[in-house]
């Protein structure tokens, strides 16, 4: 199971990540900051939040509740941070906590009980609970970061009208077992769009 489930889900967050990284790339400092109204997150917020509960969820992950005392969610959504460098700091040091706490994980590790708020899960739970929580914010980063960049957006998936061409060359190859992930994650592969 652990070969299956542990490798399969980190393939899918480090997609996720790499799809963060690329729409950050795309942006300015200024850019990273713009809220649409302020009932609305920054890329920054977003980041921030997401730092902050990766920290917090994934630090000590088997043996202490993942809700943090030292963890000031609140502050998460104040938008006080102005450069791409603190940003992406943030962002690395939260990625990185949570995809080594990942993958030193072990199979008998996934039926064990920890607590998020005194709430118990089991590892597989509490993972496939951030598998629902970091693709959201993730998308809201592309969105926002699409709005911001418009017509000069790279795009991180098939391009608009490509999608005949790509069915194409996906179809003109033998069936085969594959990670959807790895087109976009080894840079050796040959199934790139």
């Keep these: 199971m652990k070969t299956d489930y542990i490798n399969s889900v980190i393939k899918q967050f480090e997609y996720y990540k790499l799809l963060g990284d690329k729409t950050i790339s795309q942006l300015a400092d200024d850019k990273l900051v713009w809220q649409y109204n302020e009932e609305s997150n920054s890329i920054a917020t977003i980041v921030k939040h997401l730092s902050g509960n990766m920290l917090s969820r994934w630090t000590d992950f088997l043996t202490s509740d993942g809700e943090k005392e030292w963890r000031n969610r609140d502050a998460e959504f104040e938008n006080d941070i102005h450069t791409k460098e603190a940003i992406v700091e943030l962002w690395e040091e939260g990625w990185k906590c949570f995809l080594e706490t990942l993958k030193n994980l072990k199979e008998e590790d996934l039926e064990k009980i920890i607590y998020i708020r005194n709430q118990g899960h089991t590892v597989v739970e509490a993972?496939?609970?951030?598998?629902?929580?970091?693709?959201?914010?993730?998308?809201?980063?592309?969105?926002?970061?699409?709005?911001?960049?418009?017509?000069?957006?790279?795009?991180?998936?098939?391009?608009?009208?490509?999608?005949?061409?790509?069915?194409?060359?996906?179809?003109?190859?033998?069936?085969?077992?594959?990670?959807?992930?790895?087109?976009?994650?080894?840079?050796?592969?040959?199934?790139?769009?």
């Design 127 to 193: 993972i496939n609970r951030q598998l629902a929580h970091y693709p959201y914010h993730v998308g809201q980063i592309v969105f926002i970061g699409k709005m911001i960049v418009n017509e000069k957006w790279q795009t991180l998936s098939i391009a608009k009208g490509k999608s005949t061409n790509y069915n194409a060359e996906k179809f003109s190859k033998d069936k085969h077992k594959v990670h959807f992930t790895d087109q976009y994650l080894d840079p050796h592969n040959d199934e790139k769009e």
